[in-house]
Each structure stands twice: as C-alpha cells, then as structure tokens.
C-alpha cells in the first residue's frame, strides 16, 4: 500500500509540475505585455529563481525514487 500511495503522489506532483511549466509560459508572454522591458526583466529573474528551486525539487524527488527503487530491489532477492 505504501509503494502505490507513494507513486499516485508523485503522479499528482507530476500533474502539479506540468500546469506550473503551463501557466509558466502564460506568464511570461504576459509580462513582456504588459510591463516595461526592465520592469519584466526583474519580474522574470524572480520567476527564474523559483524555476530553479523547483528544478532542485525535482531532482530531489527523482533521486528518492531511485533510492526507493534500489530497496525494493533488494527485498525481492
């Protein structure tokens, strides 16, 4: 129960991570829209640092999962 809790998660953060890449395309046509060049620019440098801790995230979740993999690897021997 626990291994398929985990991965219906990791569907629904999947799910979660791809309305983010979405939305983020939306914003930024939207910035450079509405706003000033310098004033997007600041905006997106912003949105750049929170894409990266996500990114960071990411790799988290994808090394976990591996990490859990291997274990459960190991039991079945």
């Known amino acids: 129960k626990t291994l398929v809790d985990y991965y219906t998660k ?3 953060f999947h799910a979660q991570f791809r309305a983010i890449g ?4 939306q914003v930024v046509k939207e910035l450079r829209i ?11 440098y912003k949105l ?6 996500l990114v960071k995230l ?6 976990l999962s591996r990490e859990m993999y ?8």
């Open 10 to 12: 990791l569907s629904d």
């Open 22 to 25: 979405t939305n983020y395309n």
């Open 34 to 44: 509405h706003f000033s060049e310098k004033k997007a620019m600041a905006l997106l």
């Open 48 to 53: 750049e640092k929170h894409t990266i801790d």
């Open 58 to 63: 990411s790799r988290e979740i994808v090394e």
């Open 70 to 77: 291997a274990k459960r690897e190991q039991q079945k021997e």
